[in-house]
């Protein structure tokens, strides 16, 4: 299963522009669980970014912001879970019998 995080916005002449970042099957369950943390206490989630250099220096960016979460369905959110949780289960078996051998 693939997970992406969907940015959406519009330019000044109202066409959509759109950027997808696909997220490592290994922060799949870390990512629900930070977006389940930030639905069930309604707080706001800031966003801000960091670059980093080739030698390794940190700087924060000046661009930041805040927005909150909404969800669709509570029961999509939590077949999704599942979804992530069985595909986890799997994978530790898979891995498990490889050991074995």
Not at 14 to 43: C, E, R, V, Y
Not at 75 to 101: G, N, P, T, V
């Amino acid at each position: 299963m693939k997970l992406r995080l969907i940015l959406k916005t519009k330019t000044k002449k109202n066409k959509d522009l759109i950027i997808k970042f696909n997220i490592a099957p290994s922060k799949h369950i870390g990512f629900i669980n930070f977006i389940n943390l930030a639905l069930n206490q309604d707080l706001p989630i800031e966003l801000s970014f960091e670059k980093i250099s080739k030698s390794g220096e940190r700087e924060e960016s000046k661009i930041f912001g805040q927005f909150k979460l909404q969800g669709r369905v509570d029961s999509q959110m939590y077949e999704l879970q599942e979804e992530i949780q069985e595909a986890d289960r799997k994978k530790k078996k898979l891995q498990q019998k490889r050991k074995q051998l």
